[in-house]
């Protein structure tokens, strides 16, 4: 059985019950062995990173020691497989690198509330999305409604990430989901899932789901050869 290692931790955020949420879906996905780790860092370290096949992280803020960093930058680079969730997005200001292996950087948010992610079936991340089934046919469209109620970050991001979903905010679209590489490793970043009830719902669990089929695929992440602009 593959291995994820789920890590949560840092401040702020209920990363104790927003990683037994994710590691109580996660046992349901048939041929994975899952562990969660709590304020752990150290487990980012060469020879204990590499026993885990992927790697799900929830993290605020904190530092990386340069070990830490130099595991996590290298492991996924040698086609490793990192999902990171919400506030992975606002860990580790002080290091840019982890700002470019993720892809994108915390900016702020507006008030916890309800709004509506659109989803792109047609990327190939979704094609592991299992359908939420809405209230009308959506079936002519390349896209999939869901209203949330969560926190929605607005984020930076590198223009070359492949946007996979998407909520609108003060006149301008926001990702909710993306995916990139790093080296001959994948990415997969989800921006939902600030507490537990925004973790434990079907919405969240079959994009966490699609998040780790599609980094455990063979197939490739769409590359954008742009020039790297915030």
């Given at each position: 059985?593959?291995?994820?290692?789920?890590?949560?931790?840092?401040?702020?955020?209920?990363?104790?019950?927003?990683?037994?949420?994710?590691?109580?879906?996660?046992?349901?996905?048939?041929?994975?062995?899952?562990?969660?780790?709590?304020?752990?860092?150290?487990?980012?370290?060469?020879?204990?990173?590499?026993?885990?096949?992927?790697?799900?992280?929830?993290?605020?803020?904190?530092?990386?020691?340069?070990?830490?960093?130099?595991?996590?930058?290298?492991?996924?680079a040698e086609k490793?497989?990192?999902?990171?969730?919400?506030?992975?997005?606002?860990?580790?200001?002080d290091c840019p690198e982890y700002e470019a292996l993720l892809g994108g950087r915390f900016r702020k948010h507006p008030p916890y509330r309800e709004y509506f992610v659109s989803v792109k079936t047609g990327h190939p991340a979704m094609k592991y999305f299992e359908t939420v089934t809405p209230p009308d046919d959506w079936s002519n469209w390349s896209v999939h409604e869901c209203k949330v109620r969560d926190e929605q970050f607005l984020i930076r991001y590198d223009s070359r990430v492949s946007i996979a979903a998407e909520a609108a905010f003060n006149g301008r679209l926001w990702p909710v989901v993306w995916?990139?590489?790093?080296?001959?490793?994948?990415?997969y970043y989800l921006a939902l899932g600030h507490d537990v009830p925004a973790c434990d719902n079907d919405f969240f669990r079959h994009l966490l789901f699609a998040g780790i089929r599609w980094v455990d695929s063979d197939e490739p992440e769409p590359v954008d050869d742009s020039p790297f602009i915030f």
């Open positions: 059985m593959k291995k994820i290692l789920i890590m949560g931790g840092g401040e702020f955020h209920d990363y104790n019950g927003c990683c037994e949420v994710m590691a109580r879906q996660l046992r349901a996905l048939p041929g994975y062995e899952v562990e969660v780790s709590i304020n752990e860092l150290d487990r980012l370290k060469r020879g204990i990173i590499d026993r885990y096949d992927i790697i799900v992280f929830y993290w605020t803020k904190d530092h990386l020691t340069e070990e830490q960093k130099q595991g996590l930058l290298s492991w996924c490793g497989k990192f999902v990171a969730v919400h506030c992975a997005a606002t860990a580790f200001r995916t990139k590489k790093w080296g001959d490793g994948k990415i």
